[in-house]
């Protein structure tokens, strides 16, 4: 399974950016869903997540406040809406999908099953 992940680009600081992802040819509307990304010479680091119903999610830190997960089941799409860029959040995001279907979020990798191949946003000072 392969996920597809778009929307991002280069901005400047402040700006927005809205990445979507989605999953051609396979259906999860009932799996966690997250949102990590990694900066040049770093581990890569959880961003989002959101539940299968979309009512409870997490978010790193650094983005809260500035940041938006959700989805969209109909269309088996999950967004990041990115506000207030900053420099510091330049990174190649991934959209990660668990394989299981269950009721909680997962902020760490190793509890998804399914990746995007990243999209890359680079915010200009």
């Known amino acids: 399974v392969q996920l597809q992940a778009s929307g991002g680009g280069l901005v400047q600081a402040g700006d927005s950016l809205r990445l979507s992802c989605t999953a051609p040819g396979h259906t999860f509307a009932l799996n966690a869903k997250g949102w990590f990304r990694q900066a040049p010479g770093k581990e890569r680091e959880f961003v989002a997540a959101?539940?299968?119903?979309?009512?409870?999610?997490d978010y790193a830190d650094s983005v809260k406040g500035r940041f938006t997960i959700s989805r969209d089941n109909a269309r088996n799409t999950v967004y990041l809406q990115m506000t207030n860029l900053k420099s510091e959040d330049t990174a190649v995001y991934y959209c990660a999908v668990r394989g299981r279907s269950d009721t909680f979020y997962y902020t760490r990798a190793v509890d998804y099953d399914y990746w995007g191949q990243g999209t890359q946003v680079t915010v200009s000072s």
């Open positions: 959101i539940t299968w119903t979309g009512g409870y999610g």
